[in-house]
């Protein structure tokens, strides 16, 4: 690395203002891009509120036994977490498809057979 001359000290600040300004702003639109991904976590009690129906305690016990539900578990602790992207992934695989999500799905299949 080259020595800075006293006189070059006020345009290096500026480049290092200049770059230090440009890393913030991108680091910025990575967070407003993962906006849309929540890394959010539940505790039980949150989850209870947070799902459709508030379902009680034991009912998220029986649903982390049977393993239909994603969850975590912190280590070295009992305690378990869900992550609200996952469970939200997870609502949206139960739901039931509309007549017109299913002829789609039904044309699409048909457009690939068609090709094959």
């Not at 290096?12 to 300004?21: M, R």
């Not at 539940?42 to 994603?70: D, N």
Request: charged share 25%.
């Amino acid at each position: 690395m080259d020595t800075l001359s006293f006189d070059q000290l006020p345009a290096t600040v500026a480049k290092i203002h200049s770059d230090v300004e440009f890393i913030k702003k991108f680091l910025t639109q990575i967070k407003v891009d993962q906006a849309g991904v929540s890394t959010k976590w539940l505790s039980l009690p949150e989850l209870c509120e947070y799902l459709p129906g508030k379902p009680a305690r034991p009912t998220i016990y029986g649903y982390v036994a049977a393993c239909s539900i994603p969850f975590h578990k912190t280590p070295g602790s009992r305690r378990l977490r869900f992550k609200k992207s996952e469970i939200d992934a997870w609502l949206e695989q139960g739901g039931k498809k509309t007549i017109s999500q299913i002829d789609a799905e039904a044309d699409q299949f048909l457009q690939r057979k068609k090709v094959s």
